[in-house]
């Protein structure tokens, strides 16, 4: 009978002992989850700020700064394309006028 006593006193001081690390192991995760908690918050709001500067580099009217002079995607798109057409007027023009002098010397 003492031997089956010791070794429930044994085994109690046992549980005893697990269960406060089992305590002291639950605080931690807690205190764990609440950091990575406000980790992924403030991720969250740096992704949100992210995806507005994303939408403003792309989509930013022509001649607006977007950062430090710099211009977003549709404002180079929307100058390309008129320095394509003033292109294009000029060079019809050019053509126009190169002709009107052939035909001017071809009178002569």
């Given amino acids: ?14 549980s005893e002992i697990n269960a406060s690390t089992s305590e002291t192991n ?20 740096n992704a949100s ?6 939408q403003k580099w792309a989509e930013e009217a022509e001649d607006m700064i977007v950062e430090f002079g710099e211009y977003s995607a549709k404002h180079h798109a929307t ?7 003033d292109s294009a ?8 006028t190169a ?3 052939a035909e001017l010397k071809a009178e002569k």
């Fill in 1 to 14: 009978m003492p031997v089956l006593l010791l070794t429930s006193e044994n085994n109690a001081a046992t």
């Fill in 26 to 45: 639950a605080a931690a995760s807690a205190s764990n989850a609440e950091m990575w908690k406000d980790a992924a918050s403030t991720s969250a709001g």
């Fill in 49 to 54: 700020a992210s995806e507005a500067k994303a």
């Fill in 79 to 85: 100058k390309a394309y008129w320095s394509a057409m």
């Fill in 89 to 96: 007027t000029w060079k019809s023009a050019s053509s126009s």
């Fill in 99 to 101: 002709a009107t002098q």
